[in-house]
């Protein structure tokens, strides 16, 4: 994993694979990017003579906006699996945002399109507090799991106190497609 700057035009922003998040840019991000860049660096995967975005959407959003030509990235390592680098992309919003049901879904569709198995566990330690960094990994956890920390999450920043939503009963009992 390498920290660096590198111009925005070798990032390829059409690339969506790794995205879940729904949210746009709105106008505090665009301020905080003018008057202090991009302070959080995006993290980023090469693939090709270029880069993909694996988090920072939003961040890269607001630089070609605001007509920046470089950026702050982490570099993945080339041997980071998809599944890793979505991990990535899960974790640098699970701590501090609310998902909506449609962000829940996304992200459940994309760890099972990656290949996280239903009941599987990744072996090694737990994961262990927020972080964008890879080298939180590795994480074990299941696709039920995650489910049920992400209503756990959106219904306690909802209401203060565990209460299961409708939206996330209707996503932890129904059946997956293998």
Do not use: H
Request: glycine content about 6%.
């Amino acid at each position: 994993m390498k920290f660096k700057k590198v111009d925005l035009s070798e990032i390829n922003l059409q690339e969506q694979t790794f995205r879940y998040t729904l949210k746009p840019v709105d106008e505090r991000l665009l301020f905080s990017v003018q008057q202090a860049g991009i302070v959080e660096p995006v993290v980023v995967k090469k693939e090709g003579k270029g880069y993909i975005p694996v988090t920072g959407f939003r961040r890269l959003e607001a630089a070609g906006k605001l007509g920046l030509s470089q950026v702050p990235v982490i570099e993945l390592e080339e041997k980071t699996s998809r599944l890793e680098a979505f991990l990535t992309a899960f974790f640098d919003n699970f701590g501090w945002r609310v998902f909506s049901l449609a962000e829940k879904s996304l992200a459940v569709k994309k760890f099972l399109q990656f290949g996280m198995e239903k009941r599987r566990k990744l072996s090694g330690k737990y994961w262990s507090g927020w972080s964008y960094r890879p080298t939180a990994a590795p994480w074990k956890f299941s696709v039920s799991w995650l489910k049920k920390k992400v209503c756990y999450q959106s219904s306690m920043k909802r209401t203060g106190s565990y209460q299961q939503p409708n939206d996330c009963l209707s996503l932890t009992r129904r059946k997956e497609v293998s």
